[in-house]
């Protein structure tokens, strides 16, 4: 019996298995993932991580910009337990072995960041994520005890009257399915960019964790605000980092012109300073990006429309040292060198800011289940979260529902193995019928692509009432029609194909619930703007919305205050300073 069993090897999963062998090494924990822990999504993390730590800064200003940054809908409660402990996440880190940037004079190098009104995000260099992910892998390394699952594939949560067991596992090299018994599972999965067809997100961000929490009866928390990046590669979707605009990058329309000059990006003056512009909130950005569009003073290419990142003031020795790896994705995926050609550059699909609902310790409704990191909301993000705030809120909330995870191991007494055992055996036997060769279906692949599109058209940067009404039926149409997907592949080893389909149908639910939430908010607030609904609408939706599963498989979404503690809805202002 597993004490602790953490779905997920990114920064979130290790950081809570840490937490839980610091809190009592005499627990027995597993961390169980489908991919080699360092290839986790959050290795790809590039501009940085977000905590206090200027003589000119103060925990009261991050929570400020973190919770206007989210229009209101973060849980303040969650923003200040955040904020006062992210510094001290990322100086322990730093004794892990995290290479921070330095100034020339010793101290750690900040950057500033979208949204962020002084200059808190730790960097190094332009790699962050690689060198945090490797920091806690190596420090888990530490702990023989933590047992890893590997390239396992978790297809089912086991619960029963209301309380987890453990879960059912997919051995990837073999095709082994096992029953793994636990007394706590939390859930580190990541997001579930890949709903959409064009988002910066790695192949393997499907929302797992997210839909095995939803069919459980676990209710998932704002899903409808999707946060498009203004910067992806049009072909690949690849990020280019925020950084870029930091060091001092402009986005130019077809014309050759700093367009953002002409938008409101909720500055209190009608023309922002030059000077931030670029670094105005994400959600703000993508928009102004399609106005821009519509008015026709985008660049047309074979991979849609773009505008233009200019680096090239910058010159290549500051390139080289801030940015080094900007300019190597340029060069590989786009063949070209930001220090003498433009970047084309259009909004991509690259954060999620709902998940499954949580409390400050990353408890679910259901005992002994908690989840952390992107597959999470807690809610720290509201409607629109800031760049470099997503790290350090899987440190943060890793450790603490590692900790809360060991706390409840200790004081709970083993579940019953019988009844875990009995589910897990129908599972077993339902992966295996779906094993089993099925040539009449549609492809898998066609499927995920209908999805994706119909995601896109529907819950994209602005939507309306009647668009997200007909992707609903789309989408329960294709959830049916998934049930007999055509599947050719009946072996055991690297078995592709079933992966792909239970994460199709994984998708499938959670695309739902997109869509449901954003059809539900009749205002728009952050990452949500409705052309039908233009205003944001406090009196009714200053909530989180709340989604169940009902028993006919359906959405159902209902609403949630949102917790405030000491500032109340007011206006977005950014580039005060
Ligand atoms: C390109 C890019 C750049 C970014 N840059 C920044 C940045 O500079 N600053 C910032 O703050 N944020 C950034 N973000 C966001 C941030 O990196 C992520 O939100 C964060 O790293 C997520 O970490 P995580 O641990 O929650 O999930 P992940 O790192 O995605 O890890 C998920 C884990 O779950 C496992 N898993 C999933 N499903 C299953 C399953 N069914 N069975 C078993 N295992 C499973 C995977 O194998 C993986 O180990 C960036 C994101 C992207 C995509």
Redesign the pocket.
């Given at each position: 019996m597993i004490d602790v069993l953490i779905?997920?090897?990114?920064?979130?999963?290790l950081r809570a298995a840490v937490a839980v062998a610091e809190t009592d090494p005499a627990l027995k924990v597993a961390v169980?993932?489908?991919?080699y822990?360092m290839?986790?999504?959050?290795?790809?993390?590039?501009?940085?991580?977000?905590a206090v730590i200027g003589l000119d800064d103060t925990l009261d200003e991050h929570c400020y910009d973190t919770i206007s940054g989210g229009d209101w809908l973060c849980d303040q409660d969650a923003v200040e337990a955040f904020v006062a402990e992210a510094p001290a996440e990322l100086i322990r880190l730093e004794h892990w072995g995290c290479p921070w940037s330095r100034e020339r004079d010793g101290r750690v190098a900040v950057r500033p960041f979208g949204g962020m009104k002084k200059m808190r995000t730790w960097y190094a260099a332009d790699k962050?994520?690689f060198h945090l992910?490797h920091t806690l892998f190596q420090t888990t390394l530490k702990y023989q005890d933590i047992l890893r699952y590997d390239e396992?594939?978790?297809?089912k949560l086991l619960v029963d009257d209301g309380r987890v067991h453990g879960v059912v596992?997919v051995e990837l090299r073999t095709g082994r399915i096992e029953t793994v018994h636990a007394r706590t599972v939390i859930l580190?999965?990541?997001?579930c960019?890949r709903v959409f067809p064009f988002t910066?997100?790695?192949a393997?961000?499907?929302g797992?964790?997210m839909a095995?929490a939803y069919r459980e009866g676990a209710p998932l928390k704002d899903m409808e605000f999707v946060q498009y990046h203004p910067t992806g590669l049009p072909f690949t979707g690849i990020?280019i980092?925020?950084?870029a605009r930091a060091e001092g990058g402009w986005l130019l329309n077809k014309d050759g012109y700093r367009y953002l000059q002409d938008y409101d990006l909720g500055t209190p003056t009608p023309t922002p300073k030059l000077r931030s512009m670029e670094l105005g909130p994400r959600d703000r950005l993508s928009q102004a990006f399609v106005h821009e569009q519509r008015k026709g003073r985008t660049v047309d290419t074979p991979h849609g429309p773009v505008v233009h990142l200019d680096l090239r003031h910058l010159g290549e020795g500051r390139i080289e040292a801030r940015i080094p790896f900007v300019r190597e994705l340029c060069r590989s995926y786009q063949n070209l060198d930001p220090a003498t050609d433009l970047i084309p550059v259009r909004p991509v699909v690259?954060?999620m800011m709902g998940g499954v609902h949580t409390d400050l310790n990353g408890a679910t409704p259901i005992a002994g289940l908690f989840a952390?990191?992107?597959?999470a909301c807690v809610s720290i993000n509201g409607a629109n979260r800031l760049?470099?705030?997503?790290?350090?809120?899987?440190l943060v909330f890793?450790r603490r529902a590692g900790i809360a995870a060991a706390e409840f191991a200790r004081e709970h007494r083993e579940p019953q193995p019988a009844v875990a055992g009995a589910q897990g055996e129908d599972e077993r036997r339902r992966l295996l019928r779906a094993r089993e060769r099925h040539e009449g279906g549609e492809r898998i692949a066609g499927l995920r692509e209908r999805m994706q599109h119909t995601l896109e058209e529907a819950a994209g940067i602005y939507r309306t009432g009647g668009v997200l009404a007909k992707a609903a039926d789309t989408l329960a149409d294709l959830r049916e029609r998934a049930e007999y997907a055509r599947v050719e592949d009946d072996s055991g080893p690297f078995n592709t194909e079933l992966i792909s389909l239970q994460e199709l149908r994984g998708m499938l639910e959670i695309a739902q619930t997109i869509v449901a939430c954003a059809l539900n908010r009749q205002e728009s607030r952050g990452a949500h703007q409705r052309t039908d609904h233009t205003a944001r609408d406090d009196a009714t939706y200053l909530a989180h919305s709340l989604v169940h599963r009902a028993p006919d498989g359906t959405p159902s979404v209902g609403l949630l205050p949102v917790t405030i503690t000491r500032w109340p809805p007011g206006e977005r202002v950014y580039g005060r300073d």
């Open positions: 779905v997920g090897g990114g920064g979130a999963g169980v993932s489908k991919v822990p290839r986790s999504h959050t290795v790809s993390a590039e501009g940085g991580a977000a962050t994520g992910l396992w594939f978790v297809t596992a580190a999965t990541g997001g960019g910066t997100n790695a393997i961000k499907t797992d964790g095995l990020l980092t925020e950084a690259h954060y952390a990191g992107e597959t760049g470099s705030n997503s790290l350090p809120e899987i890793g």
